[in-house]
């Protein structure tokens, strides 16, 4: 693997990336085409925290020529009797860009914060290659990225800076004109820390913008403090707004 980045360097490549990479497009061509997505309702949590609580989660989308945008926010927060029990937020960027219907490069940068993992924050960045199958069918497709990269993880006790392999796949299937079926994968593996995370979901129409959605998310990670679990579970039913 490549030699772990110090935090300012890491911070560098990050900007750098993300700032440069329209540049990199020849031309782009067209109009913008954009999607935005708000999901909002209650949950309920095992593992490091036990609670029911109020989620938000929101998701804007951007497209012209051969160039994706994403930008990605994740996170609740939850108190008992004036005292908070738990407060968690994940956030990602990425930039792709589509060399033909079934290749592209993505650059993709993500920031967790959570008191309860064991880490108080963790931001990595990567770039990696995808190929997306199943193109000829209507109703389902899949695509998988492998990458490379850096990590940035921050406990109370300790700081680790490491390289990373980053493995990812969605595997999306149009049950019917009304439901949908998704199943989503990563893997971050760094020499200390590998973090896996899984999020499978199924959603129905209610109105023209507006769907229910049932979600199961996990996260399982290695290396945790003795009074820490390694794997976090969420079971959300949320209402999803689409603009």
């Known amino acids: ?8 360097a890491l911070r560098t490549v990050i ?16 109009d913008w085409e954009t999607e935005a997505q708000v999901e909002l309702g209650a949950s309920y949590n095992t593992g490091n925290s036990e609670d029911e609580n ?8 951007a497209e012209r020529g051969v160039w994706g ?19 968690r937020f994940y956030a990602y960027g990425t930039t ?20 309860f993992s064991g880490f108080e924050r963790q931001t990595d960045v990567s770039v990696s290659y ?39 796949s969605l ?31 199924v959603e129905s129409d209610i109105l023209n913008n507006l769907s229910m959605k049932f979600t199961i998310r996990l996260r399982h990670q290695n290396n945790v403090p003795s009074d820490r679990k390694r794997l976090d579970t969420e079971t959300a039913l949320t209402l999803l707004f689409r603009f």
């Open 69 to 87: 945008y994403r930008l990605n926010f994740d996170g609740f927060r939850s108190s008992t009797r004036d005292e908070l029990s738990a407060e």
């Open 1 to 8: 693997m490549p030699a772990p980045l110090p935090p300012a």
């Open 130 to 168: 995808g190929q997306i199958w199943l193109r000829s069918r209507d109703d389902m497709e899949i695509d998988y990225t492998v990458g490379v990269g850096a990590r940035s993880s921050k406990s109370s006790d300790d700081d680790i800076n490491e390289a990373i392999i980053r493995l990812s």
């Open 54 to 61: 109020i989620r938000v989660r929101s998701r804007f989308d």
């Open 15 to 30: 900007v750098s990336l993300l700032l440069s990479a329209p540049a990199l497009a020849e031309e782009e061509t067209g």
């Open 171 to 201: 595997y999306t299937w149009e049950i019917t004109d009304n439901s949908r079926f998704s199943q989503e994968i990563s893997t971050d593996a760094g020499d200390s820390v590998v973090v896996s995370r899984s999020e499978t979901g």
């Open 96 to 115: 792709t860009h589509n060399y033909d219907e079934d290749n592209f490069s993505r650059i993709r940068l993500a920031h967790e914060h959570d008191r």
